[in-house]
């Protein structure tokens, strides 16, 4: 596939593709021999990969040293398991505090509510006519 095919396939800019490439988030893409990145299926589990994790907020730091450590091989995989065990538990925690944030924009929001529901009925009784 080319970086035009991934980019709209992962809605993801050419040049956010090209820029995980050189800093090392994705491992390094086969060229044409006209030099003309080609994305394989492999390539493109890693892209589906990054985009999923740095939208989960996952730093960039961490996913870097990942794919270091994928690249190294198969003695690594208890260090990736443990990145991904500690990145998890970070991801739980923003979780928790997105939940506990929530429960008190709805507190907010319910107060409103209430004030508006006083309102609207304060408004009603000075509204009424005399023959009401």
């Known amino acids: 596939m080319t970086i035009a095919e991934v980019s709209k396939k992962f809605d993801i ?3 956010t593709l090209r820029y995980y490439e050189r ?7 086969h060229r044409t021999a006209g030099g003309i990145r080609d994305y394989t299926d492999d ?6 990969f990054v ?3 740095r ?3 996952l730093t960039i730091e961490a996913l870097i040293e990942y ?3 994928y690249q190294q ?8 398991k443990d990145l991904l065990m500690e990145q998890r538990r970070l991801l739980l925690e923003r979780i928790e505090e997105m939940q506990a944030t929530v429960k008190r924009l709805d507190g ?5 509510d209430q004030w508006n529901q006083r309102f609207s009925e304060k408004f009603a009784q000075n509204n009424k006519t005399p023959t009401e």
């Not at 390539?43 to 589906?48: I, K, L, P, R, T």
């Open 13 to 15: 800019s050419a040049d």
């Open 23 to 29: 800093i090392g988030l994705i491992p390094p893409v």
């Open 43 to 48: 390539d493109c589990n890693w892209v589906g």
């Open 51 to 53: 985009k999923c994790m």
């Open 55 to 57: 939208s989960a907020g």
């Open 67 to 69: 794919v270091t450590l």
């Open 73 to 80: 091989g198969d003695e690594t995989v208890q260090a990736r």
């Open 108 to 112: 907010k929001i319910e107060r409103y």
